[in-house]
């Protein structure tokens, strides 16, 4: 197992046991908001030759700022004090899948040429709770690429409604 996923399984398992999964998953997304938006945080988060007592002062100065529950400070610091600082991102993305899967949640990035309306957003995620039986979390992104239709990402399966993709399976058929 790597390690990324063992931090998440122990993060995620005391969360099921204190009851504070939900508020585990907003900070660990808002340490994440965090970063992008101070990148130069971000780059000495993983510098590895930063001081770790320094990035550990630092890290626990900025959670505690924006309160933090004790759990996550510790699971940064420990982060921090073993050096896997690289492992970070890939924890945060395991443990929001565990989080998703047990709350019922499918995360779908849907790609489109154009803005959707909620008609078409509501039709999008009936059609895929009929499918998978889990509630989509929606990420919708224009794709300038595309003329019409959609593309949908499921985990690493693409569906690719798009003109594109019927044009060329259209041609293939026909061995054009």
């Not at 924890?91 to 019922?104: L, Q, W």
């Not at 499921?154 to 044009?167: A, C, H, P, Q």
Request: aromatic residues 12%; glycine residues 6%.
């Amino acid at each position: 197992m790597n390690l990324g996923k063992r931090y998440a399984k122990a993060l995620f398992q005391i969360g099921m046991e204190n009851g504070n999964l939900d508020l585990y998953v907003q900070q660990l997304r808002e340490l994440e908001d965090i970063f992008k938006r101070h990148d130069d945080l971000r780059r000495f988060f993983l510098d590895e030759f930063v001081d770790k007592a320094k990035k550990t002062t630092v890290f626990t100065n900025v959670c505690k700022r924006i309160d933090f529950t004790p759990e996550v400070i510790r699971l940064i610091n420990l982060i921090i004090n073993n050096d896997r600082a690289n492992i970070y991102d890939g924890m945060v993305s395991i443990f929001e899948d565990m989080y998703n899967d047990f709350k019922g949640l499918i995360k779908v990035d849907m790609y489109t040429a154009y803005d959707i309306d909620n008609n078409e957003t509501g039709n999008v995620k009936s059609r895929i709770k009929e499918l998978f039986n889990k509630d989509p979390i929606l990420y919708i992104k224009q794709d300038k690429n595309i003329i019409s239709g959609m593309k949908l990402q499921i985990g690493w399966t693409v569906y690719d409604g798009t003109i594109k993709s019927n044009l060329k399976d259209f041609t293939d058929s026909i061995n054009i």
